[in-house]
């Protein structure tokens, strides 16, 4: 098949004419080998304006959990579009929207709306630091918790500059940040218990809340080894620290309880984001009502002029609607439709004699693609990833993928939409196998 993407490229040199750097968001120039133009969407698959025919897995960065334009959400928002876009003002259907949000998710007890997670998370921080009095957020390494200046310190340390495996660097990528923001954060490894307890004993009295996202999604899909989940309970319940489980990808994804009804824990606060709006600038903060105490009082300033759109409101009810009438089906069946295309990439890849390792629960995984000499084994922290994970490598395999018509996130990851099915599993095997072949017979390893 082979796919060209000239009208994207036509598209890329005259938006950089207008746009910085062409794009709206910094990630997207990671498409090889241009930044696509898309068209039009449907279920799990997608169109660019070259007329390349893609099965997807990259799902708007996993907003799509509905996928592409289902009509049912569209008539929603349509019809609210028709009474009013936006009111700044009250609603019944953000009433609607909370109720479900706290049918849901036990530890929903209180609701805020927002527009995007990035916003949430600084209300969080927010929030935990006025709860508790204290100047300090615990995180870790490799978890990405939104753009701003509080949401990346230490989330991709660079390697020169990591530090001690106990006290991880507190770098951030972006230059004109707020140098004092990076002393508000203690860095961590994931999936070391031990050394978050000692982390947490270093710093005693100063940590208002440890967040983390419950599968490291945003860092090869690294899973919350047994015991850490009940061990940063133990820690916010011993030392009155809030829990806080930035769930933007996770939420709903894996079940009406989210990952912590899939893991079994409970948290203080909750991000929600991406699945919550179906693909609208939706977002949420979620908690219980004793972490929520200062936005009630009206001591932490919580505020947002679109905060509770209607077009959005309209949007989220319905996807909300559509994983409460899945009931026990969601999340078992994206479960095993993302396991099957993980061991036939798998089997695939190994035919081809390509260390490609899929790894993750299934209904989202990451590829990863091991360094020459590299151990097998499953990926456990972001150190391990950068060591292990040959991202050169997997770039050229990720465009053999995409232009054979499969397309994941730039980085590795992968996510299964409600609408796809075996159909669409079948299909991507059969374009992946292409890739695979064509990647092995052109991929030179560096000597
Ligand atoms: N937290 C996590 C775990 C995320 O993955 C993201 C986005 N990828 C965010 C927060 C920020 O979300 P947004 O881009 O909607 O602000």
Redesign the pocket.
């Known amino acids: 098949m082979s796919y060209t993407f000239a009208k994207s490229q036509a598209l890329f040199a005259r938006a950089q004419l207008s746009i910085a750097a062409g794009v709206n968001s910094g990630i997207r120039k990671m498409e090889a080998p241009v930044p696509l133009y898309f068209t039009h969407g449907s279920g799990p698959q997608i169109w660019d304006v070259d007329g390349n025919h893609y099965i997807d897995f990259k799902l708007g960065?996993g907003a799509l959990l509905f996928g592409h334009a289902p009509s049912g959400m569209a008539d929603a928002i349509a019809a609210q579009a028709r009474l009013g876009t936006h009111w700044a003002g009250q609603s019944e259907l953000e009433v609607e929207v909370a109720e479900r949000v706290q049918s849901m998710i036990p530890s929903a007890e209180l609701v805020r709306f927002n527009n995007?997670?990035?916003?949430v998370?600084g209300a969080a921080f927010r929030l935990a630091r006025a709860h508790t009095g204290r100047p300090l957020i615990l995180r870790f390494e490799g978890?990405?918790?939104?753009?701003m200046d509080e949401?990346l310190v230490g989330f991709a340390n660079p390697a020169d500059r990591w530090g001690d495996d106990e006290h991880p660097a507190r770098t951030h990528p972006s230059k004109g940040v707020i140098p004092a923001v990076l002393e508000q954060f203690v860095v961590a490894r994931w999936n070391d218990a031990a050394h978050v307890r000692r982390l947490v004993d270093e710093f005693k009295g100063q940590i208002a809340a440890i967040i983390f996202?419950p599968a490291l999604?945003?860092t090869c899909c690294i899973e919350p080894v047994a015991g850490l989940m009940a061990t940063i309970r133990e820690l916010c319940d011993r030392d009155g620290m809030l829990m806080i489980s930035?769930e933007?990808?996770t939420g709903f994804r894996f079940g009406a309880a989210c990952a912590q009804g899939y893991y079994g824990y409970r948290p203080d606060l909750t991000?929600l984001?991406?699945a919550i709006g179906g693909g609208t600038p939706f977002?949420a903060l979620a908690g219980t009502k004793a972490a929520m105490a200062k936005i009630l009082s009206g001591e932490v300033v919580h505020a947002g002029t679109l905060n509770g759109n209607p077009l959005c409101l309209a949007a989220s009810k319905w996807c909300l609607d559509q994983i409460i009438g899945l009931g026990s089906d969601h999340p078992a069946r994206v479960i095993k439709l993302g396991r099957r295309l993980m061991a036939g990439l798998a089997g695939l890849a190994r035919e081809q004699g390509i260390p490609l390792h899929p790894q993750g629960p299934g209904l989202i995984f990451h590829t990863v693609m091991l360094k020459p000499g590299a151990v097998e084994g499953p990926v456990m922290d972001y150190r391990d990833y950068v060591r292990r994970h040959d991202a050169p490598r997997w770039a050229h395999l990720r465009r053999c993928l995409l232009e054979e018509g499969v397309s994941s996130i730039e980085r590795g990851l992968w996510s299964i939409s409600l609408e796809h099915g075996d159909a669409e599993i079948d299909e991507a095997l059969n374009r992946a196998s292409l890739a695979l072949k064509r990647h092995a017979a052109t991929w030179k390893t560096a000597v």
């Not at 995007?116 to 916003?119: D, K, L, N, V, W």
């Not at 978890?143 to 753009?147: A, E, L, Q, T």
């Open positions: 960065q995007s997670a990035t916003e998370v978890h990405y918790h939104g753009w949401g996202e999604c945003n930035d933007t990808i991000i984001g991406k977002a």
